[in-house]
């Protein structure tokens, strides 16, 4: 079973626009860790956010923010005003607490962002 | 700077023929780990390593083999390459609090 989807494929903006990027996800855990991951096209992956699942604070970070819910399972991320360096894959993965290998990502399929000039 | 780096970043090597892809961090992170990605299939973890001379499979083992000697490398060892082994790759170390895992910049293997 898929423990983490992100259903929008491809998403295409113009600059300054803003996107939001759908993550769903499925545990039996209480205690587990959300992330984005940025691909860019020069393939490497980076880091940029990871939120608790016993802190659904909701915050901001520069151009980024997310919206953790628990009630829905989703950890959705914003890119505010985007910029084409934007431009990437971006990644939701989950880690489960609970696991002997709890630091293992299970990741979605990706959202492909294009930011147009 | 802290970081994890891999080598070497492109490969291009033929079925059979032994190879070694390694993987350094200057963090101190106790975890570290392999994954690899395929178009279809996403990231799947290979192997990982909780500390030194502590390792385990992870989703798709086969073919491939690891050590961890020393706290900060966790090469990825090759024996016997085949083309279904062709893929990007990329290791991975963390921190416990959190359990954030910073990954390398990557490296593309084709093997033919």
């Known amino acids: 079973a898929q423990k983490v989807t992100q259903a929008q494929t491809e998403i295409s903006v113009v600059e300054k626009e803003d996107v939001t990027l759908d993550c769903v996800y499925e545990t039996r855990d209480t205690t587990y860790y959300l992330f984005w991951y940025k691909q860019p096209p020069s393939g490497e992956l980076v880091f940029l956010i990871r939120r608790n699942s016993f802190d659904e604070q909701n915050e901001i970070s520069g151009r980024y923010s997310w919206n953790f819910q628990k009630s829905t399972s989703s950890f959705n991320f914003t890119i505010t005003a985007s910029q084409v360096v934007d431009s990437a894959v971006y990644f939701c993965a989950l880690s489960e607490a609970a696991r002997s290998n709890d630091y293992k990502l299970s990741f979605g399929a990706g959202t492909t962002v294009t930011v147009r000039a | 700077e802290a970081q994890v780096t891999q080598n070497p970043r492109y490969l291009i090597t033929v079925t059979g023929k032994k190879l070694t892809v390694t993987c350094s961090q200057n963090m101190n992170h106790e975890y570290m780990s392999w994954y690899r990605q395929d178009p279809g299939l996403g990231l799947r973890q290979i192997y990982y390593?909780?500390?030194?001379?502590?390792?385990d499979k992870g989703d798709v083992p086969e073919g491939y083999k690891v050590s961890r000697k020393e706290k900060r490398n966790f090469p990825l060892i090759l024996e016997s390459p085949s083309p279904n082994q062709t893929s990007l790759y990329f290791c991975a170390s963390g921190l416990d609090r959190g359990k954030t895992q910073y990954f390398g910049p990557g490296t593309r293997l084709l093997v033919l």
């Open positions: 390593s909780m500390n030194v001379e502590v390792t």
